[in-house]
């Protein structure tokens, strides 16, 4: 969701590796979250940066040195009512390192103060996640675990003096910098050239930094939103394509080693076999593949295995239809080996980056990356303070037809419309994407519920706190694209009866018209349930797989409760919109399992659903055959039949009775190319298989 990209920018950006180091015996407190006013003030020669998407600007950033040489940031950001108020002052050593932080402020996760110093040959850190130690050489670099943006300056400097442009981490991990391409920006006076550099090391997938010809920071550009000195901020798409060109480079090597079909038949043989169409498990059955295509299904007994095929022995193995994630956000091309590693040849990306999204397109389809099947929409939001980042921004209704027709022109297969639309310009919106045979979905704007989209024509409601929505009191509904679309539900969904009005009549008229929902519950589990430091369900079982950077991220926790509310509250309101997602199922109104996250969120997606009361083949169908259909494609995927797309996922284990059992991914097959998961998640940067 918004906080999901938000948190990779502002807390996983260049910031180091959870501590596994003791509980220091001498800890001083980090300082007490300020209120907005009492945060640091930038000079009036303070370098100043917007934060900005396609669809404008979302806040503001200052860097200056403060009279006893200490270096200050101020970052302020709006994401859609999500607020994020920091400041950061940072004391260097002699070797230019950091040796005292002090960050103070706030976002919609609570308290971000946090402090970092070394004393006696020990450095020791406090955050909201973090209360640590470690032994201090001078030449490690420690980074605020989710400081201001801007001083990622700091971060991105030393390592691009370090030797050999690699810094280790503290406490642990390695980041090391790799020139990517040289990019002119600006004009007239303000023309120059800069470098784009790529840090790798930290995360999946490498994050790109711009800097200027002397080393020293302007910018960046990550996942469509950027960074950038105001006279700059025109050149975000500019940067971000060169920097997807550059990357790009890699991808053709990955292609031909991973993406070749069989050359010879392929046969899984004595599978559990998942039935998608008819929702069960079968066993002992056999599968052939020729090519591209599903050439024989059927008992091990029966099928005839050719004489040249390649077999594969699946007792105690589960075989299953590829996977789709029906929503997920595409970040970069790295992403599309991580999750064929999972299983996932096929995803919807609702509100994709345009121009990355065309980009992309083309290199699939010229062989020159490999990536799983993707479904685009386009995102269009009002525009306004509150505006989605990375959509398409309108102002009118012929504003609104002009995008709609933009996303059909550029290829995409839907818009998926936002919370801040006034009524009149969705209205039209909805009717011309209708026209255009484009798939209509979204967030519900303010002041309308699920039976008024419903009525005017969404396909598909997307995420289950809209159809809670229906039930909510005016004060939430008619709030506009805000924190309050997530305060509301968490303060009021555990009291809603589901088997009464207004929930009753809304499930039985969405059962009538077909209408689609894509739950996402596992963003609401993170949003309602961890408490910061908690380790999030989705992430547990790939802790110790992942590189340290990312792993921190894991112990983020939700949001914090507005007052009047407890943690107690949002569990209780998070498990009635689990119980909302099977009444809806039982109901017969279509489900599709969606993570509105990077990928590796699918699985717990589906453990949720099977909390719920859904068993594992059910579950299993709202990942496979259920978001086939929705995207047109249920004739030649999403099912494992004779004459289908040679999608397929052989597990460890018994899927049947551990839904869990598909992370244990063994051999993935896309569109007939056989690749084995274990190669995958060390080519995609894994250290091992998820437990």
């Known amino acids: 969701?918004?906080?999901?990209?938000?948190?990779?920018?502002?807390?996983?950006?260049f910031s180091t590796a959870p501590a596994h180091a003791h509980e220091p015996a001498r800890q001083a407190a980090a300082p007490a979250a300020p209120s907005t006013a009492d945060l640091l003030v930038p000079p009036a020669d303070a370098q100043r940066y917007v934060v900005v998407?396609?669809?404008?600007?979302?806040g503001t950033a200052a860097a200056w040195r403060l009279p006893d040489g200490s270096l200050a940031h101020r970052f302020s950001m709006n994401l859609r009512g999500q607020l994020f108020e920091l400041d950061q002052t940072t004391r260097l050593g002699a070797n230019g390192l950091p040796e005292r932080i002090v960050v103070?402020?706030?976002?919609?996760?609570?308290?971000?103060?946090?402090?970092?110093?070394?004393?006696d040959g020990v450095a020791r850190w406090r955050n909201k996640v973090e209360n640590a130690s470690a032994p201090f050489d001078g030449r490690a670099f420690y980074s605020a675990y989710g400081g201001p943006w801007s001083a990622n300056a700091i971060f991105a400097e030393a390592l691009y003096r370090a030797p050999n442009r690699t810094l280790r981490m503290l406490p642990s991990g390695e980041a090391r910098m790799v020139k990517l391409v040289d990019v002119p920006v600006g004009g007239g006076a303000t023309a120059k050239t800069v470098t784009a550099w790529s840090i790798e090391g930290l995360g999946l997938e490498p994050l790109p930094v711009l800097l200027n010809q002397d080393g020293s920071f302007f910018a960046f550009v990550v996942y469509g939103m950027g960074m950038l000195p105001r006279e700059y901020a025109g050149d975000l798409l500019k940067i971000q394509r060169a920097q997807i060109?550059?990357?790009?480079?890699?991808?053709?090597?990955?292609?031909?080693?991973?993406?070749?079909?069989?050359?010879?038949?392929?046969?899984f043989t004595n599978v559990r076999m998942f039935d998608a169409e008819g929702k069960r498990f079968v066993g002992g059955q056999t599968v052939v593949t020729n090519g591209r295509t599903i050439a024989a299904v059927g008992p091990a007994a029966s099928v005839r295995v050719p004489a040249n095929a390649r077999v594969i022995d699946g007792r105690g193995k589960t075989l299953t239809p590829g996977l789709w994630d029906a929503h997920m956000h595409v970040g970069s091309d790295r992403q599309g080996l991580m999750l064929l590693s999972m299983g996932e040849t096929s995803a919807r990306d609702p509100g994709a980056n345009v121009q990355a999204t065309e980009l992309r397109r083309k290199r699939v389809a010229a062989g020159q990356l490999l990536f799983p099947t993707v479904y685009s929409s386009v995102l269009i939001d009002g525009k306004g303070p509150l505006q989605a980042q990375g959509g398409l921004s309108v102002s009118s209704v012929e504003e609104t037809l002009a995008a709609v027709r933009r996303a059909k022109d550029s290829g995409f297969t839907g818009v998926k419309f936002y919370t801040s639309m006034k009524p009149e310009w969705l209205w039209a919106g909805v009717a011309e994407a209708k026209r255009l045979g484009l798939h209509v979905h979204g967030h519900i704007p303010a002041t309308l519920r699920a039976k008024d989209v419903i009525a005017r024509g969404y396909d598909e409601i997307t995420h289950i706190n809209f159809v809670m929505m229906q039930a909510l009191p005016d004060s939430v509904v008619d709030v506009s694209n805000g924190i309050a679309r997530f305060e509301g539900p968490g303060r009021y969904a555990k009291d809603v009866d589901l088997d009464a009005e207004p929930m009753r009549s809304l499930v039985a008229?969405?059962?009538?018209?077909?209408?689609?929902?894509?739950?996402?519950?596992?963003?609401?589990?993170?949003?309602?349930?961890p408490e910061n430091g908690d380790l999030s369900p989705a992430y547990a079982p790939f802790v110790g797989t992942m590189p340290p950077q990312a792993e921190r991220g894991f112990r983020e926790g939700g949001f914090k409760p507005p007052a009047g509310v407890t943690r107690a509250d949002y569990r209780a309101s998070f498990a009635k919109l689990v119980q909302l997602t099977k009444k809806l199922h039982d109901a017969n109104v279509p489900i599709v399992a969606g993570t509105d996250g990077g990928g590796l969120e699918l699985v717990r997606e589906l453990e949720l659903y099977v909390r719920a009361g859904m068993t594992p083949a059910q579950a299993l169908a709202t990942a496979t055959i259920a978001p086939a259909r929705l995207a047109g494609v249920g004739g030649t995927t999403g099912s494992i039949a004779v004459g289908k797309e040679a999608d397929l996922v052989l597990v460890d284990g018994d899927v049947s009775a551990e839904i869990g059992a598909l992370r244990r991914t063994q051999w993935v097959m896309s569109d007939g190319a056989l690749m084995n998961a274990d190669e995958l998640r060390r080519a995609a940067g894994f250290s091992g298989a998820p437990k």
Do not use: K
Not at 6 to 12: E, P, S
Not at 53 to 58: D, K, L, R, T
Not at 106 to 115: H, I, K, N, S, W
């Open 53 to 58: 998407s396609q669809a404008g600007e979302h």
């Open 509 to 529: 008229e969405m059962a009538r018209r077909g209408t689609v929902v894509d739950p996402t519950l596992v963003t609401f589990e993170g949003l309602y349930v």
């Open 1 to 13: 969701m918004i906080r999901r990209r938000a948190a990779l920018l502002a807390a996983l950006l």
């Open 245 to 267: 060109d550059a990357l790009t480079a890699r991808s053709p090597e990955i292609a031909r080693r991973f993406g070749q079909v069989s050359p010879v038949p392929v046969a």
């Open 104 to 119: 103070r402020g706030f976002t919609p996760g609570g308290d971000a103060g946090e402090l970092f110093e070394v004393r």
